[in-house]
């Protein structure tokens, strides 16, 4: 079982994903957007259920900055917010819920059904109840994702759903990137420009 970010509880580990903030396929982009030297650093990264990783690859959704500083989920996609997040789930993964024991009346209960192998999930979670969750951390750690990452990944979110037409042109939220780079930071991102100039063609 592995620990949802944003649900707050344990899950199969086949269903939790180690998701990148700034995408791995952007690699060679990070220095300029994001100044991380290390794509797989642990801040560029979050666990999330695959449905909610998939909504936030897509920018469906974001995590914004609230006034106690806390990530909170941001849902921008309207279309998503009566959608079950088991909907998104291959066979196989709803087989590792326990979905064959589950009632076959479940999706028209009107209570919680929970999954027989993640006892804390209410599988008619839909993505509209998680607008407004802040992202939680283990116990103990101190360790906090990149603001910079989720920024620039939340920047994308909103000019998607301007164009959309999900909110309104002058959408906007106040800038959270900022946050200081520590010792080993700064020495990671000079040694990654240093490398960056004398690869450079002359």
């Known amino acids: 079982m592995l620990l949802c970010m944003v649900m707050n509880i344990g899950l199969p580990s086949t269903v939790v994903i180690a998701s990148h903030i700034f995408r791995r396929e952007h690699d060679r982009l990070k220095s300029r957007f994001v100044q991380i030297a290390d794509i797989d650093d642990v801040r ?70 929970y999954a027989p192998y993640a006892p804390e999930f209410n599988v008619l979670t839909t993505f509209g109840e998680l607008d407004g ?10 360790l906090r994702p990149f603001r910079r990452c989720l920024y620039h990944q939340a920047q994308l979110a909103r000019a998607k759903a301007i164009i959309q037409g999900w909110v309104s042109e002058d959408y906007n939220f106040d800038d959270f990137s900022s946050e200081g780079f520590t010792l080993e930071e700064k020495m990671k991102l000079l040694f990654t420009s240093n490398l960056l100039i004398s690869e450079s063609p002359s």
């Open 133 to 142: 969750k802040p992202l939680r951390f283990p116990s103990g750690s101190t």
């Open 44 to 113: 560029n990264g979050l666990l999330l259920f695959k449905p909610i990783e998939s909504a936030f690859d897509d920018l469906d959704i974001a995590f914004l900055v609230d006034k106690e500083d806390q990530f909170i989920l941001k849902l921008f996609n309207p279309d998503i917010k009566s959608k079950l997040l088991v909907d998104s789930l291959t066979q196989k993964q709803w087989d590792a819920f326990g979905g064959e024991s589950i009632p076959t009346d479940w999706e028209t209960s009107t209570s919680p059904v």
